[in-house]
């Protein structure tokens, strides 16, 4: 904490290594001193860079003048990991397995966005199988639930409604493990992949749908009940966090934001992929333009997944998972074997034993990988947080020459200034949950 | 899948392979040998290939699709303000179903404008930039490329536009889409790409005092080899590798 008249400045250091910029604050005999000195109230807090309530290290940086936020700035970058540069130090395949580590709660928006930009520089989007098409709309819609389901649950947690924290959590432990039955992990998954999927679903997946969605319509109304109408919680939202459609279109919001001002642009209507239009669902909006209104699209959004899950289910006829093409598809012929995870016995026998042309072919795909003719192409997917673009480029190689990740927090956060200023500290808070960024994706 | 050389890197002529895509695409590379390997001797015999990497390459009209209609739109609207659309547009390529303006970077700001206005045209959402950087492609070596999306209209377009390493400058689109704030200094931070006319052109994923542009293909990736069950494994961006 500091206080100044104008803004803090960062405090500037010669080394024999070069200038350090200080930005971690200052000394508190100083920073006391000066409080004591200033004879208004307006003092400069920095909120994070690890705060409970700041959605991992988000730093804000609020000028306020007693209760009132007159000035609200994010620091970010804190969990910068450079996905983008490894990314073009690894084959195309093996790339999944760094973009599903982005925005870590929506692991197969990220997969199928990046695997729709290969697929396009490819050219080989038509080709991917039907069943592969309806397990991503299927692991999507479940990724839409448990997304939301967080942004709900660290939501109410913010405001010290703790049940909503414990059902939401409760509810997305029901998700993750269908993630479990299906992929093996709970997160981090690389199970989408360029031209299809990394293997088709394990026997009972179907079964264990069925069952979660009968849970999910007894456990979503408890939402309702426990939040819609509550007082307190009306009383927190209700014209808090107000963006409205001008300052989103200019900000770049897109997703509950986007549709919490009126507007139904939803990429799964709009501009379909994977399939989407052949699916029965409605993109709820309101007109509130504020956190309430993007509460309660979040519920709706859920009850409408909940409704592709089961279309998806009658949808679900056997076939491939993966483009024929044997110089693309990934040799995995995956099996539950005595050390877990592994590529089967009887694959492995095969090539080894049977085919030199079969083991020399695996080897040279799974080192080498396959070849991408030079170009760029953008993919876009309807994240549970907006618009999540992939810009990917390719100079005819084995790996990705430039992938960038239009992530929608990144772009979503930056309107967070322009719903804060004005308000009350405590608004802050409930605006930025109601923004629901995800630090990962941010700062990717 | 490649043509063989006499030495300089010219193609083949009789056409007894494959032309690549396109000719007059733009140059970005050139690649030796069988495999892409750069590291060790390349014993597979075909060492003395050479292939040149080009872009996909100008397209003539009609393009398709919704495409000829903003380009008539984009050139009529440019017109009617006094600007020559061939001094914006350095050429347009359809590729892969996408279409993409190449904008002369002191027009960017006018043409934007102009996609964002004009009601036939109606581009109100920029999905930001996303920086691109190719040594090889001499004189322009740093590319800006923004991806717009119209919502009255379901269209999405491609601009592009480049800047030599050495006057790394492109005019900032803030005014015309606040969104790209951050974007620029995303692009700023990682491509050392300057946006004139941003208002507070900073880095933003980076520590302030970093050094250099880490998404800049000279810019190493770093890393230490780790030890696996006995074996050193070599650092990313030291392993052997195929292009």
């Not at chain 1, 709309?137 to 049940?163: C, K, P, W």
């Not at chain 2, 061939?86 to 700001?109: F, N, P, Q, S, Y």
């Not at chain 2, 890393?223 to 392993?239: H, S, T």
Request: charged share 25%; with cysteine; aromatic share 8%.
């Amino acid at each position: 904490m500091s206080t100044s008249t104008t803004h803090a400045t960062a405090g500037i250091r010669e080394t024999t290594e070069g200038t350090v910029y200080d930005v971690t604050g200052g000394d508190w005999d100083e920073v006391a001193a000066a409080a004591a000195r200033s004879d208004d109230e307006r003092i400069i807090v920095n909120m994070g860079p690890q705060h409970p309530s700041t959605h991992g290290v988000l730093r804000l940086i609020l000028e306020i003048d007693g209760e009132t936020v007159t000035e609200a700035r994010c620091g970010i970058g804190y969990l910068h990991t450079g996905i983008e540069k490894n990314l073009e130090y690894r084959t195309w395949t093996q790339g999944t397995t760094f973009v599903t580590r982005m925005d870590y709660l929506t692991p197969f928006f990220n997969e199928t966005a990046y695997c729709m930009a290969v697929e396009k520089l490819l050219g080989i989007e038509d080709d991917v199988p039907d069943r592969a098409n309806v397990i991503r709309v299927l692991l999507m819609e479940l990724n839409r639930l448990s997304s939301h389901l967080v942004a709900i649950a660290t939501g109410g947690m913010e405001l010290g409604a703790t049940t909503v924290m414990i059902f939401g959590f409760r509810d997305r432990e029901l998700v993750l493990d269908l993630y479990e039955l299906i992929t093996g992990l709970r997160m981090n998954h690389a199970f989408i992949r360029p031209g299809g999927l990394a293997q088709d679903l394990p026997p009972g997946t179907v079964d264990a749908l069925r069952e979660f969605l009968k849970k999910m319509k007894k456990n979503l109304p408890e939402y309702d009940a426990l939040c819609t109408g509550n007082p307190v919680f009306k009383a927190r939202l209700k014209d808090i966090g107000y963006l409205d459609l001008a300052g989103c279109m200019a900000l770049g919001a897109t997703g509950p934001i986007l549709r919490s001002a009126g507007l139904p642009h939803d990429l799964r209507k709009s501009d379909p992929y994977c399939g989407y239009e052949d699916y029965d669902f409605e993109v709820p909006t309101v007109d509130t333009c504020d956190s309430y209104g993007r509460f309660l699209l979040r519920l709706e959004e859920m009850r409408q997944s909940l409704r592709i899950i089961e279309q998806c289910i009658d949808r679900l006829e056997p076939g491939p998972v993966m483009v024929g093409d044997k110089k693309i598809a990934w040799p995995a012929q995956l099996a539950l074997g005595p050390d877990g995870l592994g590529n089967s016995l009887d694959h492995i026998k095969n090539i080894m034993g049977t085919s030199m042309e079969a083991l020399i072919h695996h080897f040279k795909l799974v080192t080498e990988g396959f070849r991408v003719p030079p170009g760029q192409t953008y993919a876009a997917v309807e994240s549970p947080k907006g618009e999540l673009g992939v810009h990917a480029v390719s100079d005819g190689g084995t790996r990705p020459y430039r992938v960038h990740f239009r992530d929608p927090s990144f772009t979503n956060l930056e309107a967070m200034a322009a719903m804060c200023e004005g308000g009350q500290v405590a608004d802050v808070i409930v605006a930025v949950a109601s923004i629901d960024p995800v630090m990962g994706g941010v700062d990717r | 899948m490649s043509e063989t050389s006499n030495g300089n890197g010219a193609e083949n002529a009789n056409g007894s392979v494959p032309a690549p895509r396109n000719d007059s695409g733009e140059v970005i590379g050139v690649r030796r040998g069988m495999f892409g390997a750069d590291r060790g001797g390349d014993t597979s015999g075909y060492g003395g290939l050479v292939r040149t990497i080009r872009l996909p390459g100008a397209s003539s009209r009609p393009y398709g699709g919704y495409f000829d209609e903003v380009a008539d739109e984009l050139e009529g609207a440019l017109e009617e303000q006094g600007l020559a659309p061939e001094d914006a547009i350095e050429k347009t390529v359809v590729d892969r179903g996408e279409m993409t303006l190449h904008i002369a970077r002191e027009h960017l700001l006018q043409v934007c404008r102009t996609l964002r206005d004009d009601p036939a045209l109606r581009f109100e959402l920029c999905t930001g930039v996303s920086g691109v950087h190719f040594p090889g492609d001499k004189g322009r070596e740093l590319h800006a490329v923004y991806h717009l999306r119209s919502i009255t209209h379901n269209r999405v377009i491609r601009l592009e536009v480049s800047a030599p390493d050495a006057d790394p400058h492109v005019p900032s689109v803030v005014e015309v889409y606040p969104t790209n704030d951050w974007h620029e200094r995303e692009t700023y931070d990682f491509f050392g790409l300057i946006f004139d006319g941003h208002p507070a052109l900073t880095r933003i994923m980076m520590p302030d005092d970093w050094q250099g542009f880490p998404q800049r293909k000279d810019y190493p990736l770093g890393g230490i080899p780790v030890e696996y069950k006995g074996a050193q494994i070599p650092a990313p961006d030291q392993r052997r590798s195929y292009s």
